[in-house]
């Protein structure tokens, strides 16, 4: 019996890019050497994603539609395609053709190899913007700088993964707080890159709004680091160096000129040490609060209907 591979695709008000996704990534995959399923997972759709992919459903089997019960978020959509695929080889992919189907065939290609994760590593994304470049570039720095685990500098949510690195994503990493790419990164295995240039944006806009990276951010710092939970000792020691040097200029000032003023410094002291506290008593809520979703230990996605799946 042949190979499967299994191209998960994470969908999310994707109407109008579906249909041209599903016909250049089909015809890609018709002409691979191993059989396929196309998983679309539908994360709450607002528009008529939901009824394209049915009429996909009902005429292609190979098409695979699981349907949330509302919007649960593009990581938990991408779990969701992972804990359902059957395929030995597991591709992640978005609907919006950013993420070019010509390389599938490489990533099969690695498959054959050996190599168990792929990660496709971005060298382009015109449509991103300066801010969005830069803020990314930014970001993979400052977690490389925290994090015992070294990712990829701009990896993305196009990644393969083999059946048994799948199953260690499946079995082991089920955080309610998490970061699938970083996971992704950090299981080990045979691991290879491909390069590749975003294509351009076929329909709709960004799911990713600034707000939504900063969280994605801070969540992905605190899950691969607890640094910002030392920031207590860092401080409490600059605070003491501080005090030192501050005793040292009031002698030096009160030997010089008498007695001197000290009003304006005592202020200054106490908003830059209201600051630190207050920065340390938020970096703790931050991760308390993700302590408190896993204590609570609610589901990560809610499937509310299925399409081509065998029971």
Same mark, same amino acid.
């Given at each position: 019996m042949g190979k499967t591979l299994s191209v998960v695709v994470s969908c999310y008000n994707e109407e109008m890019a579906l249909e041209q996704f599903y016909e250049e990534t089909a015809g890609i995959l018709k002409k691979l050497p191993w059989s396929y399923e196309l998983i679309f997972i539908n994360d709450g759709s607002q528009d008529g994603t939901m009824r394209v992919l049915d009429l996909l459903a009902g005429r292609d089997e190979h098409v695979?539609?699981?349907?949330?019960? =509302?919007?649960?978020?593009? #990581?938990?959509?991408?779990?969701? @395609?992972?804990?359902?695929?059957s395929g030995d080889g597991i591709v992640c992919m978005d609907a919006d053709l950013q993420h070019p189907p010509e390389y599938l065939s490489q990533i099969l290609e690695k498959f054959e190899a050996g190599y168990d994760v792929i990660n496709m590593v971005r060298t382009k994304n015109e449509s991103a913007g300066w801010f969005k470049n830069l803020a990314s570039s930014a970001f993979y720095h400052l977690i490389n700088l925290l994090s015992d685990v070294k990712f990829e500098p701009n990896a993305s949510d196009f990644f393969a993964v083999s059946g048994r690195a799948a199953?260690?994503?499946?079995?082991?990493? =089920?955080?309610? %707080?998490?970061?699938?790419?970083?996971?992704?990164?950090?299981?080990?295995?045979? =691991?290879?890159?491909?390069?590749?240039?975003a294509g351009t944006r076929v329909a709709g #806009?960004?799911?990713?709004?600034?707000?939504?990276?900063? /969280?994605?951010s801070l969540n992905t710092i605190m899950c691969?680091?607890?640094?910002?939970?030392?920031?207590?000792?860092?401080?409490?020691?600059?605070?003491?160096?501080?005090?030192?040097?501050?005793m040292i200029y /009031?002698?030096?000032?009160?030997?010089? %000129? !008498? /007695?001197?003023? @000290?009003?304006?410094? /005592?202020? %200054?002291?106490?908003?830059?040490?209201?600051?630190?506290?207050?920065?340390?008593? !938020?970096?703790?809520?931050?991760?308390?609060?993700?302590?408190?979703? #896993?204590?609570?230990? =609610?589901?990560?996605?809610?499937? @509310?209907?299925?399409?081509?799946?065998?029971?």
């Amino acid at each position: 019996m042949g190979k499967t591979l299994s191209v998960v695709v994470s969908c999310y008000n994707e109407e109008m890019a579906l249909e041209q996704f599903y016909e250049e990534t089909a015809g890609i995959l018709k002409k691979l050497p191993w059989s396929y399923e196309l998983i679309f997972i539908n994360d709450g759709s607002q528009d008529g994603t939901m009824r394209v992919l049915d009429l996909l459903a009902g005429r292609d089997e190979h098409v695979k539609v699981i349907s949330f019960s =509302r919007n649960f978020g593009h #990581e938990a959509a991408m779990i969701a @395609g992972l804990d359902y695929s059957s395929g030995d080889g597991i591709v992640c992919m978005d609907a919006d053709l950013q993420h070019p189907p010509e390389y599938l065939s490489q990533i099969l290609e690695k498959f054959e190899a050996g190599y168990d994760v792929i990660n496709m590593v971005r060298t382009k994304n015109e449509s991103a913007g300066w801010f969005k470049n830069l803020a990314s570039s930014a970001f993979y720095h400052l977690i490389n700088l925290l994090s015992d685990v070294k990712f990829e500098p701009n990896a993305s949510d196009f990644f393969a993964v083999s059946g048994r690195a799948a199953k260690v994503l499946k079995e082991s990493y =089920r955080e309610k %707080v998490r970061f699938l790419r970083g996971y992704v990164q950090s299981i080990g295995f045979n =691991r290879t890159t491909i390069e590749y240039e975003a294509g351009t944006r076929v329909a709709g #806009e960004s799911k990713y709004s600034i707000k939504k990276l900063i /969280t994605l951010s801070l969540n992905t710092i605190m899950c691969f680091s607890n640094l910002p939970l030392k920031l207590g000792i860092y401080a409490g020691a600059g605070a003491g160096l501080l005090g030192v040097l501050m005793m040292i200029y /009031t002698i030096w000032s009160w030997a010089r %000129v !008498g /007695t001197p003023n @000290g009003y304006a410094t /005592t202020i %200054v002291l106490i908003c830059f040490m209201f600051a630190v506290l207050f920065l340390i008593v !938020g970096v703790i809520g931050n991760y308390i609060a993700i302590l408190f979703a #896993e204590l609570k230990d =609610r589901p990560i996605y809610i499937v @509310g209907e299925t399409k081509n799946f065998k029971e």
